[in-house]
């Protein structure tokens, strides 16, 4: 069996090169009257009907009128790409007779078409807007033929068959002025309007077969609802590709390519649809109704949006596109940009307690190589900051700012916005030491750094027993590999404090040199070791009371960026020695 069903193909392929007595394929080079045997789409009257135009090849659709009808009129609207069609009508010398024995797959339509006679063109057009053709009908016109081309891709549209003189009634109107228009634009919303349709106008309030969608999208504008739709939805290309591929994997290709070229090259033009609900169920319009007022909300700041507004017959399954529109929202409001000194120790206060506080910084590094160090250090254990650094519109880094210094290197631009975000609040209205501040920041210029400066391995503060007496302690502390100077501060505490103990005796982690009284400091040492393991240094804090009780703070102090605080350290001197 299985070789008889070869030996079947074999011949069918021979008979097809041979020239045997199957039918031709039809091709752009066969003669206008060589008509293939296929089922003939005509053309009803009365009745949206949508085609299918596969990329260059020409679609045919006939009709002819009845013989009282004085004048006639069609519709093609284009889905979205341009196409060419025009309309003709063909009149024959001599009718055909009867009594040939035509075959029983050939049509009227290639009966005439294989008769000689006189076409003669009466319309065309190219583009993708709907135009429409209205006059008189032929008299002595047998049929007529409507040709419809698209050349780019694949698209579709339809096409409306109307007997008789004045409009068809199938199609909303449009006003005379068809321009959507801006009325007002704000940060997340803009109000439309535009004139209102005679359709809608006319009927009565009972009847509510017209209404507006107003579509909105960040692409472009559509030329007709079809357009939205296939802009909104799955393209149909896919599918087409998917079925191309099939097509090449055939075993014979030369058959499976004829076939398709004869059934799949003029297939029968589809009937509207059952509902325009179904048919364009996948569009979300903005707003719906009989107004000719819209505002469209929930829109996103400093963006461009366009708009298009459609006037929709539900009962025929049409529609008509207003010119649409385009608007950019308005940006968000933000707080003026404060420019930072070279070297400037600036306080951050975030007045308002709202959790999207922010405020914006700017900083111009000196020098060729355009380096900076932006350190920045949160006052606020509850405070949730962060910190973004652009230039030129483009984020370069952003990070969240808490009780730990942050060092944010800046390189290879001239300028650089900094953006403190407050994203959260804090539990306890009171900040720390009584602080108003939330953030404290310094920015500064690197002239022949290539980075961040190290840090100490650990800002613990160490007091040893043994060697504390009446009237002096020893401390020690990491220190780094770079030179730098190293202060030591001390406080007394009050007899209440020194019971109490804990956090609220130490000092406030923000609380700076700068803030701390002359007579606080009890010395000031420059420190350098290039091993990081053995970076340690020591001090003996004398002139002190017996049986008191001191906080003692420890700050590096550094050509870049804020003074680093070392961990508070609260110790006793003995009563008795």
């Known amino acids: 069996m299985a070789l008889m069903s070869l030996s079947w193909c074999l011949a069918a392929a021979l008979a097809l090169f041979c020239g045997s007595p199957w039918p031709q394929v039809h091709s752009a080079l066969a003669p206008e009257n060589e008509v293939p045997l296929r089922p003939t789409a005509w053309l009803p009257e009365g009745k949206i009907t949508s085609v299918t135009l596969p990329k260059g090849r020409t679609r045919r659709l006939y009709f002819t009128l009845k013989k009282k009808a004085p004048a006639m009129s069609v519709t093609v609207s284009p889905c979205e790409l341009p196409i060419e069609w025009s309309l003709a009508a063909r009149t024959l010398k001599d009718k055909p007779h009867k009594s040939l024995q035509w075959s029983t797959k050939k049509s009227m339509p290639e009966v005439w078409w294989r008769a000689p006679g006189i076409e003669e063109k009466m319309h065309s057009f190219t583009g993708n807007a709907v135009n429409t053709y209205r006059g008189p009908s032929f008299p002595q016109a047998s049929i007529y033929i409507l040709r419809l081309r698209s050349k780019q891709q694949n698209t579709r549209a339809t096409v409306y068959l109307h007997e008789g003189p004045g409009p068809s009634g199938a199609f909303p109107l449009l006003p005379a002025d068809p321009r959507v228009h801006t009325l007002g634009v704000g940060m997340t919303s803009v109000t439309l309007s535009w004139a209102p349709s005679a359709s809608v106008t006319s009927l009565p309030q009972t009847q509510k077969s017209y209404d507006y969608c107003v579509l909105v999208n960040s692409q472009r504008n559509y030329p007709s609802l079809c357009a939205a739709q296939e802009g909104t939805g799955k393209k149909k290309e896919q599918k087409e590709e998917q079925k191309e591929k099939r097509r090449r994997v055939t075993v014979w290709p030369i ?112 020098g060729s190589q355009q380096s900076g160090l932006l350190t920045l250090q949160s006052c606020g254990g509850g405070e949730k900051v962060k910190a973004t650094v652009s230039s030129k519109g483009q984020v370069l880094t952003s990070q969240p700012v808490g009780g730990d210094l942050v060092h944010i290197w800046l390189q290879g631009s001239p300028s650089y916005l900094i953006h403190l975000e407050r994203e959260g609040t804090t539990t306890d209205p009171a900040l720390p030491g009584g602080l108003m501040a939330s953030v404290k920041m310094q920015t500064s210029s690197a002239y022949h750094r290539r980075g961040v400066p190290s840090l100490p391995s650990t800002l613990q503060i160490k007091s040893f027993n043994r060697l504390r007496g009446c009237n002096s302690v020893t401390l ?32 406030a982690p923000c609380l700076g040199p700068e803030s701390r009284s002359d007579t606080e400091r009890v010395l000031c040492k420059y420190f350098q070791e ?48």
């Open 255 to 366: 058959l499976k390519e004829w076939w398709w070229q004869q059934w799949d090259s003029d297939p029968e033009p589809q009937g509207p649809p059952s509902s325009l609900t179904d048919e364009y169920a996948d569009l979300q319009c903005a707003c719906q109704g009989t107004e000719s007022v819209c505002t469209v909300s929930e829109l996103l700041p400093d963006t461009r949006y366009y708009f298009d507004v459609f006037v929709i017959d539900r009962l025929n399954g049409t529609s008509a596109a207003y010119k649409g529109t385009l608007a950019r929202t308005h940006e968000e409001a933000r707080a003026a940009v404060v420019a930072l000194r070279e070297g400037e120790l600036r306080w951050v206060t975030f007045r308002d307690r709202a959790s999207d506080s922010e405020q914006l910084f700017s900083f111009r590094p000196r």
């Open 476 to 507: 020690a502390w990491m220190g780094t590999e770079e030179r730098s100077l190293y202060c030591v501060y001390r406080r007394k505490l009050g007899e209440r404090e020194a019971e109490a103990g804990g956090a609220s005796a130490l000092t």
């Open 530 to 577: 290039l091993n990081p393991r053995r970076a340690v240094t020591t001090a003996v804090i004398g002139g002190l009371e017996p049986g008191m009780a001191y906080v003692f703070d420890v700050y590096l102090m550094r050509r870049w960026g804020i003074p680093i605080k070392y961990a508070s350290k609260m110790v006793k001197t003995r009563k008795e020695c």
